[in-house]
C-alpha cells in the first residue's frame, strides 16, 4: 500500500477508527455492550502494548488492518465465551437492537449487513466463518489479511469464505424490497394491528411468514418462532390485547432499517423490525428483553 507511514500520534489514529472497530465488533457479537468491552481492549493494546507484542504503534504502517486484526481476535474470543451462555437463554435469541443515524442506510452493503434479519443469519454461522465473511464481504479485507485476523491459510480463508457466503445467501431475501414498498407493508401492517383486522394483517403478511420474539425470560415473549400468517396475526393480535391503554409506537432508524418502537405507560417496551418480499411481511423481528433496550436513546454511528 502506497504512501503508509508509520503511527505518530496514537490517541488519535485510535479516535479515527473507533466507530469501525465498534461496527465490527458489534456484527460478530450482536451486543452492544461486549462490542464496547472489546473495543477498550483494543484501546488498551494499542496504547500499551505489552513488552512481548510484536508491533508497537510508531512500527505499524497500516492502522486500519492491525487495529480490525486485534479487534477481531478478541471479539472471536469472546464470541466463543457468548455461545455457551447463550444455550441456556430463554426462548429465541435476537441481536441487541440500536438506533443508528441515516447515513448507515445509506450504505446499502453496512444496511443490509446490520439488519436485525441478517444479524439472527450470521447467528448460525461458525464464530470463525462469520469473522470471514463479514471482514471479506462487508469490510473489504483481503485474503491475506483476513488470513492473520483468523489464523488460517489463505487457501483456508478461501474456503470458509465460499461456504460461508452460500449459506447467509440461502438464508437471506435474494431481493431486498424498495423502501416504498417497505414503508406501504409496514403502514397496512400497523393500521391492521392497531384496529384489530385480524383479515388486514393477513393481507399484509406473507402465507410463510415467521415471528421470532425475544424476552429473555424477562419479558412475555414466545418461547418458539410462531409460524404462518395465521398464527403470527393471532399472537400478534393477541399480545396487543394486553397491553395498557396507553401505547406509544414511534418510528425509527434501528439497525440501518425502518422499525417501531414501543412504549407502554411512558416506559420503554419493546422494538420490532420486519422484513419484506415482494410487498408482504416475511419476518417479524420483537426485542422486548429491557437489557437489550438500552442503546436507543440516542444514534449510534457505525461505519465501515
Not at 508497537?56 to 465465551?81: F, S, W
Not at 415482494?278 to 440516542?298: E, H
Request: charge should be negative.
Amino acid at each position: 500500500m502506497s504512501g503508509a507511514r508509520p503511527v505518530t500520534d496514537p490517541t488519535a489514529v485510535f479516535a479515527e477508527h473507533r466507530a469501525l472497530l465498534f461496527t465490527v465488533a458489534y456484527e460478530m457479537l450482536g451486543s452492544a455492550a461486549d462490542a464496547e468491552d472489546v473495543v477498550q481492549e483494543v484501546w488498551l493494546r494499542w496504547a500499551a502494548p505489552r513488552s512481548d507484542e510484536a508491533d508497537k504503534p510508531d512500527e505499524i504502517t497500516h492502522p486500519r488492518a492491525y487495529l480490525v486484526r486485534i479487534t477481531t481476535r478478541l471479539a472471536l474470543n469472546r464470541l466463543r465465551t457468548l455461545a455457551r451462555r447463550r444455550e441456556d437463554y430463554v426462548g429465541p435469541w435476537l441481536p441487541e437492537p440500536l438506533c443508528t443515524t441515516a447515513d448507515v442506510a445509506d450504505d446499502v452493503v453496512l444496511a443490509d449487513s446490520v439488519s436485525l434479519a441478517v444479524m439472527v443469519v450470521l447467528e448460525t454461522l461458525s464464530p470463525r466463518e462469520r469473522a470471514v465473511f463479514l471482514l471479506r464481504e462487508v469490510f473489504g479485507f483481503d485474503t491475506d489479511e483476513i488470513a492473520v485476523a483468523v489464523d488460517r491459510t489463505p487457501a483456508a480463508v478461501r474456503q470458509i469464505a465460499h461456504r460461508a457466503k452460500s449459506h447467509v445467501q440461502a438464508r437471506r431475501p435474494r431481493f431486498p424490497a424498495a423502501a416504498d414498498e417497505v414503508s406501504t407493508a409496514m403502514e397496512k401492517f400497523l393500521a391492521a394491528l392497531t384496529s384489530g383486522d385480524i383479515q388486514g394483517l393477513m393481507d399484509v403478511l406473507a402465507p410463510d411468514v415467521v415471528l421470532l420474539s425475544d424476552g429473555g425470560g424477562k419479558k412475555s415473549a414466545a418461547r418458539r418462532p410462531v409460524r404462518g400468517a395465521d398464527d403470527v396475526a393471532r399472537f400478534l393480535l393477541g399480545v396487543l390485547a394486553k397491553f395498557p391503554a396507553d401505547v406509544r409506537v414511534d418510528a425509527a432508524d434501528v439497525n440501518g432499517a425502518p422499525s417501531w418502537i414501543v412504549h407502554l405507560n411512558g416506559e420503554l417496551d419493546s422494538v420490532t423490525q420486519v422484513v419484506v418480499v415482494d410487498g408482504r411481511i416475511t419476518q417479524v423481528l420483537f426485542v422486548r428483553n429491557p437489557d437489550k433496550l438500552s442503546r436507543l436513546a440516542q444514534p449510534l454511528r457505525l461505519t465501515r
